[in-house]
Structure formats: C-alpha cells, structure tokens
C-alpha cells in the first residue's frame, strides 16, 4: 500500500527559556492529534527534542495535504494557547504567520514528508535536532550514502553500490526553491563541494539509484528567510528509510558519533559539536550543545510500532562524554574566531546595528603618529 509519512515540527513554549516544553503544553497538541486526526490519519506519534515539539503521522492524502498541514497547524495553536496561559517562554515562536494558507511550509514549522509504497517491513529513522540548523544533517548524509568508510553496503551491497541521488537546496535564494541534482559516486566531489557550506546548501532529499525510491527527506526552513530577521534557529527534522536498497541502520547512525561542529547554541550565532541525546532531552549548557535524537520505527498496513529511542545506548553515552570535551573546548573561545558565527550568518540584529554604528567612526590613517 501506498502512505505519506509527514513529519513537522515547531517550537511553542517553553519552561526557563529555550529549555523544554511543559507536560501540558505537549499533551494539549497530543489531544488534539487524536481527537481532530481520527479518519483522517492512520497513525501519529508526538515527542520532543530541546524546547520542539514534534509530530509524526502517517495517512494517505499525499505530501503537502491540506487538511493534514492544517491538523498540525491547529494543534501548534492550541498548544500555543496552553503555553499563553502557563506563562512559557517563546509561546507559538516559530508559528510566523497568522493564517493557514493551505500547509505549513513558509509558516515557520519545519515540515520532512514522504509519500511510497510500503515494503513488506518498512523501517525508518525520525531525526530531530534543536539549536542547530538544517545543514547539520548534511555531513552524517554524505558519509552515510556516499561513503564506504562509514556505509560498508557501498561495497558489500550491489543494490546500495548503485549510489544515490542527492538534491540539494540553496537555502540562501528565497526567490524559489532553487535545487540540484547530484549523483554519487560519478559527482561525490561536486556534492562535497556544495555541503561543505552548511549555511547555504542543504540536503533535501535522496533517492536511490537502485529503484529510485526515495531515502531521506529534511526540512529546509530557514526562519529569517520568512520572519526577515532573527527569531529562532532553524532546528531541522528528517525522515530516512533503511534497509534493503538503503543503507543499514547503524550506517545511518555511524556518522553521529563524530560529534562534528554545526551552526547554533546560544541566541543561534556559535559554532558547537552535534550531540546525539536521548529523546525527550532539554538543553541546558549556553542554550546548548546543538543536540539531535533519533527514533526508530517500523510501518505496516498505515500502523507505526512503538519507538526505539537508538541513542538510549551505552555507547552513546561515551560519544556524550567526548562531545561534552569539544564543548568545553570552543566555548573556552567566547566571542573569538570560530567560535561565534562569521559576520554574514550572525542572525541578531544588535551586533548588526552596533557594527554600523562603528563603520561611521573609521577614518583613513593620516601618517605615522608621534
């Protein structure tokens, strides 16, 4: 059978800053999931990372389905409302518009959708990042689909051999949705061109050469892109399909061991590692580290089995200890080189202004002084 899994995610209101949303505030959206969502879904799941809330569901209206973007929406307003009365932090933040207009893209919530026909066992990956951009996913892609250092099926699978189909989007052109098509292994140096700037070029989706289905949907939001100034980080969401023409699980996971440095932490302008956490893990340290979780699900006939949290491992907790380092390291730096963003990707306007301010005091230098 063919099902859609769409996959969206917002930041509503949050206790003590941008921490972790309340009990309520995540079972007000809960309710109205299941509540509005009967007959229309097949199934949902609703979970958080950070302060973001994020809902799963799985129906059969196709990507970009109105009436399934508008559940979602109206349940984010609802719990909106939940985080008014509660007094949180940033209610309905990344809800940037006032009304609906057929689905969430270009509204602020980060939106990951695909539509396939389902495999006799059909596993997946939900990825869910805070305090990081959409770019931070584009490593752990490349080395998960085009790298046999870290997928070995590129050598030891011939279906998986065939290499994938990457687009790529240029985040940084708001007229449209501008992409590329890259294939791997012929193009792999092209494409590690392009996601070496995370800012600019991110992964949207990847297919397999195999049969052409498709692997990976992420979401591309870029917040200031819509807003027209700073007023959240992007905190992106992915869905991955593994297995049989895709790569392993656990290939899939390999790369998040790095640790690798991304976009985010504090007010969104520093540089810090990827932490892989457990679901339902807030954050603390400098509105930090940039974290992600990752949930494994199986589908079948419409019906989402129970999740297995996969960085719930003791081998994560190694990673965690050794990202934690890297944290300490760079933000020992403060505001110095690397540390904080370069002046083209800073997203608060006060450093812009203050800059602005001081260019009108430069002069050219006179001579040599006494």
């Not at 919530?109 to 770019?135: H, S």
Request: aromatic share 8%; glycine share 10%; charged share 20%.
């Amino acid at each position: 059978m063919e099902i859609t899994l769409t996959a969206i995610k917002a930041d509503v209101g949050s206790i003590g800053g941008h921490l972790s949303p309340s009990a309520e505030l995540v079972a007000r959206i809960e309710e109205v999931i299941t509540t509005r969502g009967n007959g229309l879904v097949r199934d949902h799941f609703v979970g958080y990372t950070g302060d973001d809330i994020a809902v799963l569901l799985v129906h059969d209206q196709g990507a970009r389905s109105e009436p399934v973007h508008r559940l979602v929406w109206d349940a984010f307003q609802a719990g909106t409302e939940v985080a008014k009365r509660q007094g949180l932090y940033g209610a309905g933040q990344d809800l940037l518009k006032d009304a609906f207009s057929g689905n969430v893209r270009g509204l602020g919530p980060a939106v990951a959708e695909m539509t396939f026909a389902e495999r006799e066992n059909e596993p997946f990956l939900l990825f869910t990042a805070d305090k990081t951009e959409p770019g931070a996913y584009n490593l752990p892609l490349y080395l998960a689909f085009a790298d046999p250092m870290y997928n070995s099926g590129l050598i030891l699978s011939p279906a998986v051999g065939k290499g994938f189909t990457f687009t790529v989007m240029d985040v940084a052109y708001t007229a449209a949705d501008r992409v590329i098509e890259l294939s791997t292994p012929e193009e792999t140096y092209d494409l590690a061109a392009l996601l070496r700037d995370n800012g600019r070029f991110v992964v949207e989706s990847i297919r397999s050469r195999a049969d052409g289905g498709q692997a990976v949907s992420c979401s591309t939001t870029r917040l200031r892109n819509i807003a027209g100034k700073y007023v959240g980080k992007d905190d992106p969401i992915m869905l991955v399909r593994t297995q049989k023409n895709f790569p392993a699980t656990g290939e899939i996971l390999a790369p998040y061991a790095i640790g690798h440095l991304v976009a985010g932490f504090m007010r969104g302008s520093h540089v810090g590692p990827l932490m892989p956490v457990r679901a339902k893990t807030g954050v603390s340290f400098f509105d930090g580290p940039p974290i992600v979780s990752c949930l494994a699900f199986c589908v079948h006939d419409g019906r989402l089995t129970a999740p297995v949290d996969v960085f719930d491992h003791p081998y994560w907790d190694w990673v965690r200890t050794r990202v934690s380092q890297k944290v300490d390291d760079i933000r020992s730096q403060g505001f110095s080189g690397p540390a904080m963003l370069p002046q083209s990707d800073l997203e608060y306007g006060g450093i812009t202004e203050r800059l602005d301010a001081l260019e009108k005091r430069f002069h050219l230098d006179s001579g040599p002084h006494a």
